[in-house]
């Protein structure tokens, strides 16, 4: 869709859509395909906090279905930067030029702070979460944790991780379109600190509070980050509810 404000049909919409959504599907299935060669490597690194245990498959093809789930999560960690672009440029009519140009410049700290939660959840969550699982009541129970289950426990926490790393720069452009102020954030710490206790306890592999807390202490830390970018953000920057106010009052003098 052309970044000049033209009005077009829900058909127009569609198409637009279908189009983006094809290329982005194009690099995708390119970026699977190159990811296959690194995909060893891949599952060697993902293994590694287990130490010298080894996961065992139960089924003839668990292993082939594994290696190709995570070339083809390789893949889509290869083609983020597409997928967002191509979600930009569909936005991009909707929005204001100042708005434009920060939503651009937004783009590789996407990338920049999803990598930054992969490794936080990779170095410093993961290995302490699995040596906790494997101590746990091990003197009753032996561990013999499948490929399958264990590569989709890995993985699934390494993508909310860095999904949830996106905080700061969300909340950053939101005060930039004039929906949320640093004033807001910071009056909803409170359900802010509830909301982080949540997404640990779902994020987290285990239920005790220290691996909560692994999680917790640096999404708190982000959203005060958020404020912080909120506050910067908001600067010059009429809220949008204001904005609203204001227009629907200009247009009951004009209808009167």
Not at 45 to 63: C, K, S, V
Not at 68 to 81: Q, R, T, W
Not at 93 to 101: A, D, F, M, S, T
């Amino acid at each position: 869709m052309a970044t000049h404000d033209v009005e077009m049909s829900i058909w127009e919409h569609l198409d637009e859509l279908r189009k983006r959504m094809t290329i982005a599907v194009i690099c995708l299935v390119v970026t699977t395909a190159a990811s296959v060669v690194f995909t060893t490597r891949f599952l060697e690194l993902l293994i590694e906090p287990m130490g010298d245990a080894m996961p065992q498959t139960i089924a003839p093809t668990e292993h082939f279905v594994v290696f190709f789930k995570v070339a083809l999560i390789g893949g889509v960690c290869m083609s983020m930067p597409m997928f967002v672009y191509q979600a930009v440029r569909y936005m991009l009519p909707g929005l204001l030029p100042h708005e434009r140009k920060w939503l651009y410049l937004l783009i590789p700290g996407v990338f920049v702070c999803f990598v930054g939660g992969v490794a936080f959840a990779a170095l410093i969550m993961l290995p302490a979460a699995i040596t906790f699982m494997q101590s746990f009541l091990d003197t009753i129970v032996e561990s013999n944790w499948t490929l399958e289950n264990y590569i989709s426990f890995v993985t699934r926490v390494l993508f909310w991780m860095g999904v949830v790393f996106q905080t700061p720069l969300v909340l950053f452009f939101l005060s930039k379109l004039g929906l949320v102020t640093a004033t807001q954030l910071a009056k909803g710490r409170k359900w802010a600190v509830l909301a982080i206790a949540l997404i640990a306890a779902m994020v987290t592999p285990t239920p005790d509070p220290v691996n909560m807390m692994i999680v917790m202490i640096p999404l708190y830390l982000l959203y005060e980050v958020g404020i912080i970018l909120a506050r910067f953000g908001g600067r010059g920057v009429t809220p949008r509810s204001e904005r609203n106010a204001s227009l629907s009052a200009e247009a009951e003098e004009v209808a009167a």
